[in-house]
């Protein structure tokens, strides 16, 4: 196999063409079967009995609640693992120090660790019977049922999307530029600034947009922490399942439209992120062989 270019576009392999579109068709095939077409079956199931059911169900208390926690806590937990992750990646990529690998290996523990076995670490530390929960009980603290739990679970589950993101771009970068910068006198601020910033900034946005995607619909560290309190300590996910277990069907798959709604509007900025990418790396690619 190799690469055939015809002169306006270039052809991958030279397997006969029923073999590429057989392939197609089995791609586009399994993502209409598993992808839009249990999309599509959450409006229909939500829109099932009409705008005024949809939108009533929308607007209920508990409904409203659980978008505000959502929202408070992606919020909180996003910009926590945005810092997180500029300095973890910025660490490993620019310098070499004693538990590096170490490093990454944390880095990458929400990834190999079950939510739900996350929840429980943070109930057996913070709970009524953990091993401070009798302090925070004397000095009146909730962190188990209430928000501060939620959102340490979700800061747990999602802080690996944008150091992930950014530790491959930076080392790939190398560190020629800031040892340039430092070389004619700049502070650390401002090479961060002028030079790591502005060449990240496509990968930092990714990163952030993944991390919040996983922020509004992590499930499983939630229900551990959250308690199930209506109207509380429910974000989207909680509330969707207390429904749809009461057989209050049409609410549920209209609460799940909104996750679904957020889940197509963070895939149309990924895919501007990604297009705006490779528009500056043509750019960049441009330039140098302008030179």
């Known amino acids: 196999m190799h690469q055939v270019n015809n ?3 270039s052809i991958a392999t030279t397997e006969p063409r029923w073999v590429r579109w057989t392939l197609l068709a089995a791609a586009f095939l399994f993502l209409a079967f598993f992808l839009l077409v249990p999309l599509a079956s959450v409006f229909t199931e939500a829109l099932k009995k009409g705008w005024d059911l949809y939108w009533q169900s929308l607007q209920d208390p508990d409904a409203l609640a659980a978008v505000k926690l959502t929202l408070l806590t992606a919020v909180i937990a996003v910009p926590l693992n945005l810092v997180f992750g500029v300095a973890a990646a910025w660490s490993i990529a620019k310098f070499d120090f004693r538990g590096k690998s170490l490093l990454i290996t944390l880095i990458d523990l929400p990834f190999s660790v079950s939510p739900v076995v996350a929840g429980l670490i943070y109930v057996l530390i913070f709970g009524a019977q953990g091993w401070i929960g009798p302090w925070l009980q004397d000095h009146d603290i909730k962190v188990i049922f209430a928000v501060p739990g939620i959102v340490l ?5 999602t802080f690996p999307f944008v150091a992930r993101e950014l530790i491959p771009l930076m080392e790939a970068q190398g560190t020629e530029e800031e040892q340039a910068a430092m070389v004619l006198g ?3 601020w401002q090479m961060f600034w002028k030079i790591t910033l502005p060449n990240i900034k496509w990968g930092l ?3 952030v947009i993944l991390c919040n995607a996983r922020a509004m619909g992590e499930f499983g560290a939630v ?3 959250s308690g199930h309190i209506r109207g509380l300590t429910n974000t989207i996910p909680l509330h969707v399942e207390i429904l749809y277990n009461e057989y ?3 609410a549920a798959f209209a609460c799940a439209s909104v996750l679904a709604l957020l889940a197509l509007v ?3 900025a990924k895919t501007w992120v990604e297009w705006q990418a490779e528009r500056q790396m043509a ?3 441009a330039a140098v062989f302008d030179q």
């Open 205 to 207: 946005l990714y990163g």
């Open 248 to 250: 209050n069907f049409v």
């Open 283 to 285: 750019a960049d690619r």
């Open 186 to 188: 700049a502070s650390g």
């Open 266 to 268: 963070t895939l149309v």
């Open 7 to 9: 002169g306006t576009r």
């Open 153 to 157: 679970a979700t800061v747990f589950v």
């Open 223 to 225: 229900s551990v922490v």
